[in-house]
């Protein structure tokens, strides 16, 4: 099995910025797309910003400019460096990953358990 683990969520004011972390582990994987999803409450789950394993990436329209998403293929971990951060970004932000279970020659898709990011006027 895989785990991702989100760090890097907090509060912040308007315009400000933050950086998020995710970082997998288990054995004897690869992982093939990660993304960013988040969920304000009394909403549904949105993609934020996704990149493939060649690194190309997309991003909602809402942030586009501000939020840069990335990884680190040696480390495991995606990063999402969130700038001039507004109050409606508000939200329980969440890791996702497409992942090769190598010894079972399959793909599953993984969750990390979201991390908070509340903007304040």
């Known amino acids: 099995q895989v785990q991702l683990v989100e760090s890097g969520g907090g509060v912040v004011q308007a315009g400000g910025s933050l950086r998020l972390s995710c970082a997998a582990s288990?054995?004897?994987?690869?992982?093939?797309?990660m993304a960013w999803y988040r969920q304000a409450p009394g909403k549904e789950r949105e993609l934020v910003a996704a990149?493939?394993?060649?690194?190309?990436?997309n991003y909602a329209d809402s942030v586009k400019g501000r939020f840069t998403i990335s990884r680190d293929n040696a480390k495991n971990t995606g990063y999402l460096q969130m700038n001039s951060l507004k109050v409606e970004d508000t939200a329980v932000y969440y890791c996702?990953?497409?992942?090769?279970?190598?010894?079972?020659?399959?793909?599953?898709?993984?969750w990390g358990q979201g991390t908070q990011v509340t903007v304040s006027s």
């Open positions: 996702n990953a497409d992942v090769m279970l190598i010894m079972r020659d399959k793909v599953g898709a993984f």
């Open positions: 990149i493939t394993s060649g690194g190309s990436t």
């Open positions: 288990g054995s004897s994987f690869m992982i093939y797309a």
